[in-house]
């Protein structure tokens, strides 16, 4: 079974930065569209940022011009670039595949953005 284990939430100021990494155990990455998702206190979770196995991008309207996602498959890690952050993308994190093709979802990793 497949491992999902996000890494390199934390603490930071608004205006601030953090990179975040999802690591698989398998090569599920290399040949499938992955996503990070996020869920906030209260609130359903939702998808934030997509990558495609050709490596095209797409992101939600919230985080678009803040947020870089990569991945590098030779790794099997997908990468999240979170620039500018703002309170209100306090959340736990998470990577998994697009809806429909869920993996078991990792543990998620806490970005805390104060203001």
């Known amino acids: 079974q497949v491992r999902l284990v996000e890494s390199g939430g934390g603490l930071v100021q608004a205006g601030g930065s953090l990179r975040l990494s999802c690591a698989a155990s398998?090569?599920?990455?290399?040949?499938?569209?992955v996503g990070w998702y996020r869920q906030a206190p209260g609130k359903q979770r939702v998808l934030v940022a997509t990558i495609t196995s050709g490596g095209s991008t797409d992101y939600a309207d919230s985080v678009k011009g803040r947020f870089i996602i990569s991945r590098d498959n030779a790794k099997n890690t997908v990468y999240l670039q979170m620039n500018s952050l703002k309170p209100e993308d306090t959340a736990v994190y998470y990577c998994n595949l697009m809806p429909g093709m869920y993996a078991a979802w990792g543990p998620g990793t806490q970005v805390t953005v104060s203001s």
């Open positions: 398998g090569n599920i990455f290399r040949i499938n569209a």
